[in-house]
């Protein structure tokens, strides 16, 4: 059930962005939680490296409400991460847990540093 459940998601998404080309447009299927607006690297060829002032981790009880709000919504997968690095925020575990169960895919993209 769980693959179905997954395989259907999928097709919804790539179907999302293919009839988008045409005008039309379904719920959105997807939703980003940038749980940490810092980076522990300073890439040079990063634009965030110099150009994005604004650094920090969002609030726990706001990324809560987020997560909750994002599955009552039907949202079947979330990313905890938009800019940032997740892994530096010191709740990301909790975030997690929580997701578990209530999304089809829960990913992240990480330097992992």
């Given amino acids: 059930m769980e693959k179905l459940k997954f395989k259907l998601y999928r097709f919804k998404w790539w179907l999302s962005g293919f009839l988008a080309k045409f005008g039309i447009v379904l719920s959105p299927t997807h939703f980003d939680l ?3 607006s810092d980076c522990n690297l300073r890439c040079i060829m990063c634009p965030y490296s110099t150009t994005y002032k604004q650094r920090g981790m969002i609030d726990d009880k706001l990324a809560v409400r987020a997560i909750n709000e994002a599955a ?3 949202f079947k997968s979330i ?3 938009f800019r940032g690095e ?3 925020n010191k ?4 975030y997690v847990r929580l997701a578990k169960g209530k ?4 990913f992240m993209n ?3 540093l």
């Fill in 34 to 36: 940038e749980t940490c």
């Fill in 72 to 74: 009552r919504m039907k």
């Fill in 79 to 81: 990313k905890f991460q």
């Fill in 86 to 88: 997740p892994g530096l």
């Fill in 91 to 94: 709740n990301l575990e909790k």
């Fill in 103 to 106: 999304f089809v895919d829960i």
């Fill in 110 to 112: 990480t330097n992992a």
